[in-house]
């Protein structure tokens, strides 16, 4: 087995180190140097074209350039004078096949000087690290040469793995072990009687209790020994969490005679009578199937204090919550939906300040028409915005134009995707797209004025006066119209067991609504790509499909067991067939 590395880190601070090259790696090798606190110094001719990172370091006069070739006495001159002028180290980046590499490298050796040679780990005595750098907190990652960009991954799914504020965490815990070696240090002193001055305290009761230099040692080792242990057996969460009230409390618990107390842990910590931190969860259910709900979700769900949940948010999702968790559910019906909104908002704001983790439940993704930026402004400003959490969901827009086999792009016929409502801010109508032939559109809460909607898309004119001062709009007659035959479809119901698509044309989508009712939520798609899978049937007006059996070849057991492996026996389990003996937690 060949050997590996010793891993060491070194204080660079004022060191000299020298920079052979002018490429863009010579730029990164000064930008470390100066990171760590070194001194770069560049070796490049005059001639050389120098990267425009390190001209401006050097303008800047933060690397120094000696503009000349290399010689093999810089190695000897030009580091610092309490070393002999010998320095530090030395970085080659013009590459393994130039012999100034090789012959840098052996002068190096010889002179027992740390050399690091661009992608040659045989020239080199030592090399850099993938380093992740948080505060006083450091890791780097090596493969010894087979790869840096191996390592630079590595290096990055171990910090994506780690607690944030960990950097900060361990600034506090070094705070403890100053705070301990100061005290102890102080003992010390005042036990010897080399304290000077005549400020004194008020005697405690043990204060004429003979007091041994052995006793201080043993006080010391105790000590050290607890924050050992704090920092090997607490969780690293834990630890990342820690503050300054926690780096009291355990200041004060090595003060106590451990033979007449708990060891400290951390729920000594934890049940201080602070007041408990809230917490808000911004997510999208998605479009209905409770298969499509994210993982993260999911866990939001079960692990709430309170559920506030939009109206059309389906039973199948609902019913994933448990019992015991409270839910509400939006009050919003035609002329009280700003109030409803208004409800929520005032609900989330009392379980914040109650201490609770508040989860704000919405369909499909919480920023595609879901108010979810309003709401983040909203406890942003009533001083939350650092416990707001945002989880993506699968919008409808998207995902349901697939269930309908309808493809939202496809090469030759469409080739843009537009997201659109159809209603405005406070009930509105909104200002149409015009036709592009290649082009999907999406419209989001449309149906209930689809007549209004298609005139808007086929005519100039708009559906009245009122619709006209309402969109404050100058009518453009120059927007290309969208033709009566536009291939179209409404989607209703996306993903759950009572899906329904109607297919149709833009002449006749309005007489089809009427003729077969309305089942919300729905949405329109408009466009050439919703004939692409699915030819429309000579002289007929419209086509219904009911149903969706999207994931029969799936099976329901895999969320059955995911619920059951949460360990939470009250959450509802749906059965074998999805759609029936729904329930919705109220």
């Not at 590459?95 to 100034?100: M, N, V």
């Not at 006749?508 to 329109?524: D, N, T």
Request: proline content about 6%; charged content about 25%.
């Amino acid at each position: 087995m060949a050997p590996t590395s010793l891993l060491t880190a070194v204080d660079s601070t004022s060191h000299v180190h020298l920079v052979v090259g002018s490429n863009p790696l010579a730029a990164a090798r000064c930008a470390k140097s100066l990171e760590v606190g070194a001194n770069p110094i560049l070796i490049a001719p005059s001639t050389a074209e120098i990267h425009y990172a390190l001209q401006k370091r050097v303008d800047s006069g933060e690397v120094k350039w000696l503009q000349k070739d290399f010689q093999d006495d810089d190695v000897l001159n030009l580091g610092r004078a309490e070393v002999g002028n010998v320095v530090d180290a030395v970085f080659v980046t013009v590459g393994p096949r130039e012999a100034l590499g090789t012959h840098i490298s052996q002068l190096c050796r010889r002179n027992r000087i740390p050399v690091n040679v661009a992608d040659a780990s045989n020239l080199s005595t030592f090399s850099l690290l993938s380093t992740h750098t948080d505060g006083p907190l450091q890791f780097g990652v090596t493969t010894n040469g087979r790869g840096c960009k191996l390592a630079s991954r590595i290096r990055r799914e171990i910090a994506s793995s780690l607690p944030p504020q960990l950097g900060a965490a361990c600034a506090r815990l070094g705070t403890i072990r100053r705070r301990i070696q100061e005290e102890d240090h102080l003992s010390h002193l005042a036990l010897s009687g080399d304290l000077d001055g005549e400020d004194s305290i008020d005697q405690t009761a043990s204060f004429n209790k003979l007091v041994t230099e052995a006793d201080l040692d043993a006080a010391k080792s105790r000590r050290m020994r607890w924050l050992s242990q704090i920092c090997e057996y607490w969780p690293l969460k834990r630890l990342a969490n820690i503050t300054d009230a926690d780096v009291d409390s355990v200041l004060q618990a090595y003060a106590v005679d451990p033979s007449t107390s708990a060891p400290l842990s951390t729920a000594s910590l934890d049940d201080r009578n602070t007041p408990k931190r809230g917490r808000i969860v911004l997510a999208g259910s998605g479009p209905g199937h409770p298969d499509l709900l994210t993982r993260a979700t999911h866990k939001a769900i079960l692990s709430a204090d309170v559920i506030l949940a939009d109206k059309l948010v389906p039973a199948g999702v609902l019913d994933l919550i448990p019992r015991r968790t409270p839910v509400h559910i939006a009050r919003k019906f035609p002329g009280n939906a700003e109030k409803a909104q208004e409800e929520l908002l005032e609900l989330g704001l009392a379980g914040l300040k109650a201490g609770k983790t508040v989860l704000r439940l919405k369909q499909g993704d919480p920023y595609i028409y879901g108010r979810g930026g309003e709401e983040f402004e909203y406890f942003r400003k009533e001083g939350y915005g650092d416990v707001i959490s945002v989880l993506p969901g699968i919008t409808s827009a998207l995902s349901a134009p697939l269930f309908a086999g309808i493809p939202a792009t496809q090469r030759a016929v469409s080739d843009q995707v537009l997201v659109c409502t159809g209603t405005g801010r406070k009930g509105k109508p909104t200002v149409p797209p015009e036709f592009v032939d290649t082009r999907t559109v999406v419209f989001l809460m449309a149906l209930h004025r689809i007549s209004g909607l298609v005139a808007d898309l086929t005519t100039h004119e708009p559906e009245s006066a009122a619709q006209e001062e309402a969109t404050e709009k100058i009518v453009n007659t120059s927007r290309r119209l969208w033709p009566k035959e536009t291939p179209c479809a409404v989607i209703e119901r996306a993903s759950c067991p009572d899906q329904r698509v109607i297919r149709t044309t833009l002449e006749f989508v309005s007489a089809a609504i009427e003729v077969e009712g309305s089942r919300p939520p729905g949405l329109l798609v408009l466009g050439a790509a919703c004939e692409v899978l699915h030819k429309s049937d000579a002289g007929r007006k419209w086509v219904v499909e009911e149903g969706f059996k999207g994931f029969e070849e799936f099976g329901e057991a895999g969320l059955e067991e995911l619920i059951v492996n949460e360990g939470r026996p009250e959450a509802v389990v749906r059965g074998d067939s999805y759609g029936k003996d729904l329930k919705v937690a109220v």
